[in-house]
């Protein structure tokens, strides 16, 4: 598949509905072990992309490029969902450039984990190459860290952990005063990198709730980027954002949330880049290139409206 400007479209794909040959996810567990290799200096590294979101590690310490590029993550407000977007679309050309260099697939896309897909019995497990001894390289497994549940290959979810009842919630944004509806995507603030109250309805559930129930690095903003699972959740929170729009509903229009803040990342090559949400709401135009196999509630909902109607 091709766009007009001829780059490849990337299909992100559900990581328990793989072919049993398909190689993306142990593709992506040898990237995550090149990329933890890399020194902290490279912003292609495992750690550095990681501190992107957030980092433990004492701000005074940070030289002027860190400064800017580290703490990031905008939770408790409007900007969650764009943000998380660009932060997954720098990731996955990072993963893919890594796939492509030590020999794999050209068209490595990351892929999400639908633990909400009621036709799944395995949906509320970590998908198993996240829980396997050994994966993808000799000897270890680069997807399993230290987690409080999931490890164990059960499943560990409840019902109101996957609930989707944030997609009922048809305005993209609502009021910021602590008990209102804070609307699908958060409450209209400007730059907000600790997620206090007010958080927008798809925020809260499901991605808090597995965020805590998966606990570990997960469990807190300034390590959950280092627990690879994180990048397969948050792609799937991504996923129920065009769930949410190809069932009619619509993003801001106001120029506050299209342009008004803008967001600094290091991309694939090292370069320094700024996108505003303005930059993320069509996720084939250039630099993202990408879409998702379906972007219905379930497989069963997919059947009759799937995304890859919309283009590419
Ligand atoms: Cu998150």
Not at 24 to 42: E, F, I
Not at 244 to 269: C, E, I, M, Y
């Amino acid at each position: 598949m091709a766009n007009t400007t001829g780059s490849p479209i990337r299909v992100r794909k559900d990581a328990w509905r793989l072919a049993a040959d398909d190689p993306t996810l142990l593709w992506y567990a040898r990237a995550v072990d090149a990329m933890r290799q890399r020194p902290l200096s490279n912003t292609t590294s495992w750690e550095y992309q990681a501190a992107v979101h957030g980092t433990n590690a004492d701000p005074s310490s940070f030289n002027a490029d860190q400064q800017k590029a580290w703490g990031q993550c905008q939770h408790a407000t409007w900007l969650f969902l764009p943000w998380h977007r660009m932060f997954l679309g720098i990731f996955e050309q990072i993963v893919a450039a890594t796939v492509a260099k030590l020999g794999g697939p050209q068209d490595w896309a990351l892929p999400y984990w639908d633990y909400s897909d009621a036709t799944n019995p395995n949906a509320r497990k970590l998908p198993a190459a996240f829980t396997a001894a050994e994966f993808g390289v000799p000897e270890k497994n680069p997807l399993r860290v230290e987690r409080d549940q999931g490890n164990d290959g059960a499943a560990f979810l409840d019902s109101k952990a996957v609930s989707l009842n944030s997609l009922k919630h048809k305005t993209f944004t609502g009021r910021s005063t602590p008990g209102g509806d804070s609307g699908f995507g958060g409450p209209s603030r400007g730059f907000n990198h600790s997620g206090d109250n007010d958080q927008g309805q798809l925020e809260m559930v499901p991605h808090d709730v597995i965020h805590s129930d998966i606990g570990g690095l997960m469990g807190a903003p300034d390590t959950a980027a280092l627990d690879p699972i994180f990048w397969l959740h948050h792609a799937n929170i991504d996923r129920l954002w065009e769930v949410w729009r190809h069932q009619g509903n619509s993003n801001p229009t106001d120029p506050s949330w299209l342009t008004g803040v803008k967001f600094f990342f290091h991309n694939a090559a090292g370069q320094p880049v700024t996108y505003s949400p303005q930059d993320v709401v069509d996720t084939i135009a250039s630099p993202w290139h990408y879409q998702y196999d379906r972007t219905g509630e379930t497989p069963a909902a997919a059947a009759d409206k799937t995304t890859l109607a919309t283009g590419g």
